[in-house]
């Protein structure tokens, strides 16, 4: 589904939303005009950002628990208040979107190409941004990028807030400090996160794509949203939004469920490891 991000991308951009009539035609027609691969530019480096946002929410949510506690020996075993959880997720948000806002220059620079160019991949496109105007040049969009990515508070949010609801329900919790649930309902609670926090931020991304699309346009954050209200309205921060709601579903659902296949993997290897560690102990 992450070919479906192009779409979007070229539905926000300026210059070539006007070409396409809607987020099908849009789809049909790079698809035509540069086949299936095309679709795909740029994406390069998301399965490595879902790791950072992932592993920076975890540090962030041992780090609050410990501070709460006054004790950083003592890790609690009953489940976290939700403002932890919606905090965690800004800040992991914002701790991504140093790498992350590079990453999305040279993604929008490459899939707003309909044509071959000069650019040849990824690492091509940085040296271009770096050398046109240095490091700064590199980071173009930083703060509507940074506002993008706090969505990742309403993203864990929903998420926590939904398994828990439906955890009442499930003969696996105790008591509601423990829960374990279905591949089917994290599958629920995964892609309504991900249709959550797209909408939360959402405008963001769209001022985000149109700086970064076209650098040298405007003079930062507010000249772009004035500029794009002026010329196009209000309706400009909400187009592409179909695409991506299509997208953030099944996406964002196998997300959580990798993650949580994952993390319930990590945590059998070092229960077997201490188990193993206990009877050797004992037979010493």
């Known amino acids: 589904m992450m070919c479906i991000d192009t779409v979007k991308v070229r539905l926000q951009s300026r210059e070539l939303a006007s070409r ?29 950002v879902n790791a950072l946002v992932f592993g920076s929410y975890t540090w962030l949510m041992q780090y609050q628990e410990k501070y709460e506690s006054k004790d950083t020996t003592i890790v609690s075993e009953k489940l976290p208040p939700l403002r932890h959880v919606l905090l ?22 490459l899939q707003n190409q309909t044509q071959k160019t000069s650019i040849k991949g990824p690492i091509d496109c940085l040296n271009k941004l770096y050398a046109t105007g240095g490091l700064r040049y590199c980071f173009k969009g930083m703060l509507p990028t940074t506002l993008r990515e706090l969505s990742f508070g309403p993203y864990f949010l929903t998420y926590e807030f939904i398994c828990r609801i439906m955890a009442k329900s499930d003969p696996n919790s105790v008591n509601n400090d423990i829960y374990e649930l279905s591949g089917p309902k994290i599958i629920l609670a995964g892609g309504s996160a991900g249709i959550v926090a797209w909408c939360s931020t959402y ?27 002026r010329n196009e309205g209000w309706r400009i921060f909400f187009r592409g939004l179909t695409p991506t709601i299509l997208r953030a ?3 964002n659902a196998a997300t959580f469920a990798a993650y ?24 010493l």
């Open 249 to 251: 579903f099944p996406s």
């Open 88 to 109: 965690a997720g800004m800040g992991a948000g914002i701790i991504t979107s140093f790498v992350t806002c590079p990453m999305e220059l040279v993604k929008v620079q």
């Open 20 to 48: 396409y009539k809607g987020t099908w035609n849009c789809f049909v027609t790079t698809v035509k005009q540069e086949k299936f691969i095309g679709l795909y530019k740029g994406m390069v480096g998301v399965a490595g």
């Open 203 to 229: 405008f963001a991304d769209v001022v985000k794509t149109r700086i970064q699309s076209e650098p040298e346009r405007y003079k930062g954050f507010v000249d772009c949203i004035k500029s794009s209200y």
């Open 260 to 283: 949580t296949w994952t993390m319930k993997l990590c945590q059998s290897s070092q229960l077997t490891t201490v188990k193993q560690h206990n009877n050797d102990a004992i037979l």
